[in-house]
């Protein structure tokens, strides 16, 4: 199994440090040609405004959608989240639209109302998961396929749609590889 992190803007070392830590093979992904091979790809959080814009000047913003038709797999954490969501409130930098939801920008405030707390994960079960939101989107609407893993004050804050998963949250930034096993499982699960 191979696993591309987007690496045009955002925390991409602290992802890469996870999927090594789980022993999987990692690649930096910038190109279209960065995608070949790739089962499954994380989208870092940072500020969605720039990496959507480097994705556009980069052509992965046809290449990424096109390889997810052909079954890659796709993780979003935050910005990448807003990335892969339908609609977004708040402006909308330019987006991928993959998956049937709609996200509210900084809806939890600005960077000093950024916060750490423990979410209950019934698929994953004992204990709570440390989450990390940073100026952080929440969900607002999910379509019938979307299925919520996790919510926050009665908003989805985990979700995935077959092979599309996302986070409100950074889970690269708490001691704690659930996420990102998770991740994995999906891909294995229909390969
Ligand atoms: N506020 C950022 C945005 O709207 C997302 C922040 C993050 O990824 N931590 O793009």
Redesign the pocket.
Same mark, same amino acid.
């Given at each position: 199994m191979k696993i591309g992190v987007l690496a045009v803007q !955002?925390d991409v070392i602290e992802h890469r440090a996870i999927l090594r830590r789980l022993g999987v093979a990692d690649v930096e992904v910038r190109l279209p040609g960065d995608l070949a091979g790739v089962d499954g790809l994380i989208l870092p959080?940072?500020?969605?405004?720039t990496i959507g814009k480097l994705m556009v000047r980069y052509g992965l913003d046809r290449a990424i959608p096109e390889q997810v038709r052909r079954g890659m797999a796709l993780y979003g954490?935050?910005? !990448?989240m807003?990335l892969m969501a339908r609609r977004a409130a708040?402006g909308e930098?330019p987006m991928l639209r993959l998956m049937d939801i709609t996200v509210i920008?900084?809806a939890y405030g600005r960077q000093v109302d950024s916060f750490e707390t423990d979410l209950d994960v019934p698929v994953f079960g004992p204990p709570p998961l440390r989450a990390v939101f940073?100026?952080?989107?929440v969900m607002d609407q999910a379509g019938p396929g979307v299925e919520v893993l996790a919510s926050l004050d009665g908003r989805p804050v985990l979700a995935r749609e077959g092979r599309l998963l996302v986070s409100s949250f950074?889970p690269e930034l708490a001691p704690d590889d659930r996420v990102h096993r998770y991740f994995l499982d999906v891909i294995r699960a229909d390969t």
């Open positions: !955002g959080g940072g500020e969605s405004t954490t935050c910005a !990448g807003i708040g930098p920008r900084n940073i100026r952080a989107p950074h």
